[in-house]
């Protein structure tokens, strides 16, 4: 972009949806939404949406939650509250309020912007930009509301490359030789592949950026369809494709990647697997996720907690930690910890031993308990000797296992086994 050029996100806002369960990841949802949930030793999901926009000049935002937000709602007040209104900047907080009707919540992701129709309109943008808020990636959104202007779209679908054979579980798109959108699809069996490459597909990634007078305009028509599911994928999206233009943009194009040769990272941590190995992924020696680029960081919501403290140092009873990141709080107390995650004020006791473990905040691990390929839930308290990780029947007695293996441990869980014994 040239010095001289006007920075379109300033004439823009974002608009995040953020209140999916996120049922998938089981118990880690029972009491917040899958945005709220931890990522990264101290950050949320919903940190990646939010700073991606702030990091691209985006001063405008409105957050729309609905299941169990108490702990997104608290986390983004304590965490994201140095928006100032008299500089024309701030992050809007949009719960589910039967604005319209008493009996209607929320019915869709539409319908989530369609209810705040008014609020948008006070901000006084041209482009909405819209999100989920449940995925982990660093994109600039600047490139693709230019795209998107200099496009001439009525739509422009932010899209990953994925392999065909893989393309069903998403919403695809196919496009001509411009990336100009002809078919849009829900979870197609045959997929289509793209122009370059007939074994690729593009898939949506929940991410649109619209002038905000054609939206408001589309979204009035939406409300008073009687047979719309008041969905952008299900029916905004396939209504402009065949009416209007629909212009696709690739994630590579403006993603922010952690090097020069590093790959696009874009990750849903919708799955107990998935989101165990994305927290894991960070402790190699050169992770795909740069959490530690000060040019793009990821803003959160900081505790006022001491340093990690690593205490005793016996040949068989030695604070240590290897291949893994350690948060600010914990305390290592004669315990081997590899190739694992600790969040905020984890603490571990002698001749215990931690092994390719995501372990949330305030989490408190007894002597001589064995831990291995696990996810353990805020608060936790791991009993004495326990041992997680080593027999699957008996996990599966106990605990969620999922299909790769990774037992999740919930306090609710442990206290049914201890009434159990």
């Given amino acids: 972009m040239a010095p001289h050029e006007e920075r379109l996100s300033r004439r823009s806002m974002a608009f995040i949806l953020a209140g999916g369960r996120g049922s998938r990841l089981h118990e880690l949802t029972d009491r917040r939404v899958k945005p709220a949930v931890y990522f990264g030793g101290k950050s949320r999901i919903i940190d990646f949406a939010l700073s991606n926009a702030l990091n691209s000049g985006i001063r405008k935002m409105a957050l729309a939650t609905q299941y169990k937000a108490h702990s997104l709602i608290r986390h983004v007040q304590r965490g994201w509250n140095f928006f100032r209104a008299e500089r024309n900047e701030f992050l809007d907080i949009l719960p589910a309020s039967q604005r319209y009707d008493e009996a209607m919540w929320y019915r869709g992701t539409a319908d989530a912007v369609a209810q705040n129709i008014d609020i948008i309109d006070s901000y006084g943008v041209d482009y909405v930009l819209i999100l989920a808020g449940d995925h982990i990636y660093k994109m600039d959104y600047e490139l693709m509301i230019r795209h998107h202007v200099a496009a001439g779209a009525d739509v422009?679908?932010?899209?990953?490359?994925?392999p065909r054979s893989e393309a069903s579980a998403f919403g695809v798109m196919a496009v001509d030789e411009g990336d100009v959108v002809t078919g849009f699809l829900e979870k197609p069996a045959d997929p289509p592949g793209t122009p370059d490459d007939p074994e690729l597909t593009l898939a949506s990634m929940g991410i649109y950026v619209f002038r905000w007078d054609l939206l408001r305009d589309l979204l009035i028509r939406d409300m008073q369809d009687d047979n719309s599911s008041h969905d952008f994928g299900k029916d905004l999206?396939?209504?402009?494709?065949?009416?209007?233009?629909?212009?696709?943009?690739?994630?590579?194009?403006?993603?922010?990647?952690?090097?020069?040769?590093?790959?696009?990272?874009?990750?849903?941590?919708?799955?107990?697997?998935?989101?165990?190995?994305?927290?894991?992924?960070?402790?190699?020696?050169?992770?795909?996720?740069?959490?530690?680029?000060?040019?793009?960081?990821?803003?959160?919501?900081?505790?006022?907690?001491?340093?990690?403290?690593?205490?005793?140092?016996?040949?068989?009873?030695?604070?240590?930690?290897?291949?893994?990141?350690?948060?600010?709080?914990?305390?290592?107390?004669?315990?081997?910890?590899?190739?694992?995650?600790?969040?905020?004020?984890?603490?571990?006791?002698?001749?215990?031993?931690?092994?390719?473990?995501?372990?949330?905040?305030?989490?408190?691990?007894?002597?001589?308990?064995?831990?291995?390929?696990?996810?353990?839930?805020?608060?936790?308290?791991?009993?004495?000797?326990?041992?997680?990780?080593?027999?699957?029947?008996?996990?599966?007695?106990?605990?969620?296992?999922?299909?790769?293996?990774?037992?999740?441990?919930?306090?609710?869980?442990?206290?049914?086994?201890?009434?159990?014994?």
């Fill in 156 to 162: 422009t679908i932010g899209c990953l490359t994925v």
């Fill in 237 to 421: 999206i396939p209504d402009i494709v065949k009416h209007g233009k629909a212009q696709a943009h690739r994630f590579p194009d403006s993603c922010v990647r952690s090097g020069p040769d590093a790959p696009a990272y874009w990750r849903d941590v919708g799955t107990l697997d998935a989101f165990w190995r994305a927290n894991i992924d960070l402790t190699n020696f050169t992770p795909d996720l740069n959490l530690w680029d000060r040019d793009w960081p990821i803003w959160t919501y900081s505790e006022l907690v001491p340093p990690a403290k690593f205490i005793h140092d016996e040949p068989d009873r030695r604070g240590s930690a290897v291949s893994s990141l350690i948060s600010g709080g914990c305390i290592i107390s004669g315990s081997e910890i590899r190739e694992s995650l600790l969040f905020t004020q984890v603490h571990t006791n002698s001749y215990s031993s931690l092994d390719r473990a995501v372990v949330l905040p305030y989490v408190t691990v007894a002597r001589h308990a064995r831990l291995t390929n696990v996810i353990i839930d805020r608060g936790v308290r791991i009993p004495e000797g326990l041992v997680v990780g080593e027999d699957p029947g008996e996990d599966a007695r106990w605990f969620r296992v999922s299909g790769g293996g990774i037992t999740l441990i919930t306090q609710d869980m442990l206290d049914r086994r201890e009434a159990s014994s």
